[in-house]
């Protein structure tokens, strides 16, 4: 077999793989749009089906009237701006200095400080409560904001870009006379925007979807975020699917729209921040 064979059926073999892993992926999503617009006697039909008798638009106009849904949709609206207006403005200034700043004892300590990504979060649970607790932030949605505000991730991120901007550039503003700081705002922040998005999107989808820490500091109903508001809204008898699935939709529309919105940063962004040293 010659190897232009070999590369075709490598080429074809690739593609039906990703293709089927799509499927996989978009199957839950396809049937929680369907079952939203269907009664509750038709989620569960066998065979399914794509869609009922007729379009229950009721569905989505019930949500609000049974349940304090935009509440919810308005606090995890609170907590994932501030969360990701910090965690960048964190993330890049941390990863500039790592990148650009010469100190002593630099690399080891940014080394010490991507060790903690490998400390799993349910590791640290009962102290960041207690500290919360003795904040006086338990059942507030500062106990959920605050912690998230820096990341190491986001760090790493960031400085992985900022050691690709050129030496060159911030001996040329120094030269200038701008300090450090100006250095910062004006040429190395503006050169991020795809890495800033990459951030954005992975921080705001990491805290949209955050279920367990809202579950731990959260026993206020008004103050619950949208994983939390979605899971009470299962009954201990009896659920209301198409009115959840409904309710899941909505929540899931702001995460498709930013990543739909910022998809061409993103894919840059990813590719930009490769792992050169």
Same mark, same amino acid.
């Given at each position: 077999?010659?190897?232009?064979?070999?590369? &075709?059926?490598?080429?074809?073999?690739?593609?039906?793989?990703?293709?089927?892993?799509?499927?996989?992926?978009?199957?839950?999503?396809?049937?929680?749009?369907?079952?939203?617009?269907?009664?509750?006697?038709?989620?569960?039909?066998?065979?399914?089906? &794509?869609?009922?008798?007729? !379009?229950?638009?009721?569905?989505?106009?019930?949500?609000?009237?049974?349940?304090?849904?935009?509440?919810?949709?308005?606090?995890?609206?609170?907590?994932?701006?501030?969360?990701?207006?910090?965690?960048?403005?964190?993330?890049?200034?941390?990863?500039?200095?790592?990148?650009?700043?010469?100190?002593?004892?630099?690399?080891?300590?940014?080394?010490?400080? &991507?060790?903690?990504?490998?400390?799993?979060?349910?590791?640290?649970?009962?102290?960041?409560?207690?500290?919360?607790?003795?904040?006086? !932030?338990?059942?507030?949605?500062?106990? &959920?904001?605050?912690?998230?505000?820096?990341?190491?991730?986001?760090?790493? !991120?960031?400085?992985?870009?900022?050691?690709?901007?050129?030496?060159?550039?911030?001996?040329?503003?120094?030269?200038?006379?701008?300090?450090?700081?100006?250095?910062?705002?004006?040429?190395?922040?503006?050169?991020?925007?795809?890495?800033?998005?990459?951030?954005?999107?992975?921080?705001?989808?990491?805290?949209?979807?955050?279920?367990?820490?809202?579950?731990?500091?959260?026993?206020?109903?008004?103050?619950?975020?949208?994983?939390?508001?979605?899971?009470?809204?299962?009954?201990?008898?009896?659920?209301?699917?198409?009115?959840?699935?409904?309710?899941?939709?909505?929540?899931?529309?702001?995460?498709?729209?930013?990543?739909?919105?910022?998809?061409?940063?993103?894919?840059?962004?990813?590719?930009?921040?490769?792992?050169?040293?």
């Amino acid at each position: 077999m010659s190897n232009k064979k070999k590369k &075709l059926i490598g080429k074809v073999t690739a593609h039906l793989i990703l293709i089927l892993g799509s499927v996989i992926m978009l199957v839950p999503f396809f049937w929680m749009l369907s079952s939203s617009f269907k009664s509750l006697g038709e989620v569960f039909v066998f065979p399914p089906t &794509l869609f009922g008798e007729r !379009l229950v638009w009721e569905n989505y106009t019930q949500i609000s009237g049974r349940f304090d849904y935009f509440a919810y949709f308005l606090n995890s609206v609170k907590v994932s701006a501030w969360v990701v207006f910090f965690q960048v403005f964190t993330s890049a200034t941390a990863g500039y200095v790592f990148a650009k700043m010469n100190f002593k004892g630099r690399d080891k300590i940014f080394t010490l400080y &991507l060790a903690t990504m490998m400390i799993p979060f349910h590791v640290t649970v009962i102290t960041n409560f207690l500290q919360m607790s003795m904040y006086g !932030l338990v059942n507030t949605l500062w106990s &959920l904001m605050l912690p998230a505000s820096v990341s190491a991730f986001g760090t790493f !991120l960031m400085r992985q870009f900022f050691i690709t901007v050129p030496n060159e550039l911030v001996e040329a503003a120094k030269i200038d006379g701008c300090n450090p700081i100006v250095t910062f705002l004006r040429i190395a922040f503006p050169m991020a925007k795809s890495t800033i998005a990459t951030l954005c999107i992975f921080c705001f989808m990491n805290v949209w979807n955050d279920y367990f820490t809202p579950l731990i500091y959260i026993n206020d109903a008004r103050k619950y975020t949208l994983p939390l508001g979605l899971a009470s809204m299962k009954g201990m008898y009896s659920t209301d699917w198409p009115v959840l699935m409904a309710s899941s939709v909505i929540a899931v529309l702001p995460v498709l729209i930013a990543f739909l919105c910022a998809q061409d940063a993103f894919v840059k962004g990813v590719m930009m921040s490769g792992m050169k040293d």
